[in-house]
């Protein structure tokens, strides 16, 4: 579901966003959650997630996460992350990235670089 920013007029993501297969975008941004499911796969420059991020496929992309972030078994993540919590189980793979874990000062708009603000 999507909705219009009173603010600013552009659509506003607000659901989970479910990852079945590859996706290849530039920005992924979302109120809900991110879940990559086992068969799916995430390329992006960045992603945006206020309730958290849940991978058991292939994630490719710097995250900002507002809620708790999940590697799951065979699940691969290359890329930057911050968020307020991190859970890699038994068989998940961090092959890249630089992670900030916990980061509870910050809101997920906080946590842009400062080239992305």
């Known amino acids: 579901m999507t909705i219009p920013c009173p603010g600013c007029h552009k659509t506003v993501t607000v659901d989970d966003v479910i990852v079945k297969s590859l996706q290849s975008v530039r920005k992924l941004q ?16 960045l992603i945006e997630a206020h309730c958290g991020v849940e991978v058991e496929g292939i994630l490719e992309a710097n995250v900002l996460s507002g809620g708790p972030v999940r590697i799951g078994p065979k699940a691969l993540w290359k890329g930057d992350c911050r968020a307020p919590s991190l859970e890699v189980e038994p ?24 080239k992305l603000r």
């Not at 068989?91 to 997920?108: A, E, K």
Request: charged residues 20%; glycine residues 18%; aromatic residues 4%.
């Open 30 to 45: 979302t109120c809900g959650r991110l879940v990559v499911q086992k068969r799916g796969q995430v390329k992006a420059e």
């Open 91 to 114: 068989g998940g793979t961090i092959s890249s990235g630089y992670f900030i874990i916990p980061d509870h000062s910050l809101g997920v708009g906080d946590l842009l670089p400062r």
